[in-house]
């Protein structure tokens, strides 16, 4: 089984960086497609960023780049001149998805909180 673990949320200032973190077990994410999702207050689960087994990368936000170390089994999600709207839960997910649409992704951690505050 695989199971994702995040970390590296937390409460900072709107201007500050944050690096979340999410190591994988039971499966190499070199075999994935991996991603970061996130849901805000209000708002349904959306996507974020997300990365190939080839290392192509993508993301709605020019502030946040993804990243990968395969030897550690572990992605990362740099956030940089984080603003309140930054406030969200922020899952990592992998899996084979045909798109962004979070009800195609297979694995999922549990999140978490990164609260930008002004």
């Known amino acids: 089984q695989v199971q994702l673990v995040e970390s590296g949320g937390g409460l900072v200032q709107a201007g500050a960086s944050l690096r979340l973190s999410c190591a994988a077990s039971?499966?190499?994410?070199?075999?994935?497609?991996t991603g970061w999702f996130r849901q805000g207050p209000g708002k349904e689960r959306e996507f974020v960023a997300a990365?190939?087994?080839?290392g192509g990368t993508t993301s709605v936000e020019g502030r946040f780049t993804m990243s990968s170390d395969n030897a550690k089994n572990t992605v990362y999600l740099q956030m940089n001149s984080l603003k309140p709207e930054d406030t969200a839960v922020y899952y990592c997910?992998?899996?084979?998805?045909?798109?962004?649409?979070?009800?195609?992704?297979?694995?999922w951690g549990q999140g978490t909180q990164v609260t930008v505050s002004s």
């Open positions: 990365i190939s087994r080839n």
């Open positions: 997910a992998a899996g084979t998805p045909a798109g962004w649409d979070p009800r195609g992704w297979d694995y």
């Open positions: 039971g499966g190499t994410f070199r075999i994935y497609t």
